[in-house]
């Protein structure tokens, strides 16, 4: 079936290193990929998207690509701050009706 | 920001229990879910609808209720809580389907 691996946690980082956090998809066909972020004491929202291969999705300094050949969505970003640290989910959704997320990565940045 | 709202944010309660989780949204979205998520896990869809008077069970069995009589109100009823009910549960809401969805804050449950 359907189903997301992401990196296990927690990663800490100092502020400014450069973050990569691995995510890869096992589906059938090619889904629509997702990064959420969880931050301290609230919901989860919508961080970034990619709807086809080779699609880079970004937003508030992350980017993601969408990689058919290794099946992967990693998320990057360049230089991390303390308001960074959250808990980032990957997340999949395919035939635009099943949707997976992953266990969730927990990011603490330190100052 | 969301408008999707969940009450309480914590609960703690004894077994057997009936407790109802609430969800809340603004955004006169069609489709609302419920996720359980328990700490190092994936989010796990127990509950969806795609209307009013429309539910269905989602991927993991959850002997919790659902209904929906108003778009913007999609409530969660555990009859009899347990300890294995113990959780976060988390409501979300999207205009078009899995996705793009909408998080509330979550209910942190406890049963004793």
């Avoid at chain 1, 090619?30 to 970034?48: C, I, K, T």
């Avoid at chain 2, 407790?19 to 006169?28: D, V």
């Amino acid at each position: 079936g359907n189903s997301v691996t992401q990196m296990e946690g927690p990663v800490t980082l100092s502020e400014e290193a450069f973050l990569t956090i691995n995510c890869t998809y096992t589906a059938t066909g090619y889904p629509s990929l997702f990064w959420y972020v969880q931050y301290p004491g609230e919901g989860l929202q919508l961080l970034l998207k990619a709807t086809k291969a080779d699609d880079k999705g970004s937003n508030k300094g992350f980017e993601a690509t969408y990689r058919k050949e290794t099946t992967s969505f990693h998320l990057e970003k360049g230089s991390v701050q303390v308001s960074d640290s959250a808990v980032y989910f990957c997340a999949l959704v395919y035939n635009n009706n099943d949707m997976r997320f992953g266990a969730g990565t927990r990011l603490t940045v330190k100052p | 920001e969301a408008d999707i709202y969940q009450t309480p944010r914590y609960l703690v309660i004894g077994t057997g229990k009936k407790i109802t989780l609430e969800c809340s949204q603004t955004m006169g979205h069609d489709k609302m879910y419920w996720y359980q998520q328990d700490p190092g896990m994936e989010l796990h869809l127990i509950h969806y609808s795609y209307g009013v008077n429309s539910t269905e069970k989602g991927d993991l069995s959850s002997e919790s209720t659902v209904s929906r009589i108003r778009t913007e109100h999609f409530p969660l009823t555990l009859e009899s809580a347990r300890p294995s009910h113990t959780s976060q549960y988390l409501c979300a809401s999207s205009k078009q389907g899995p996705g793009e969805l909408f998080f509330g804050e979550g209910s942190r449950l406890t049963v004793l």
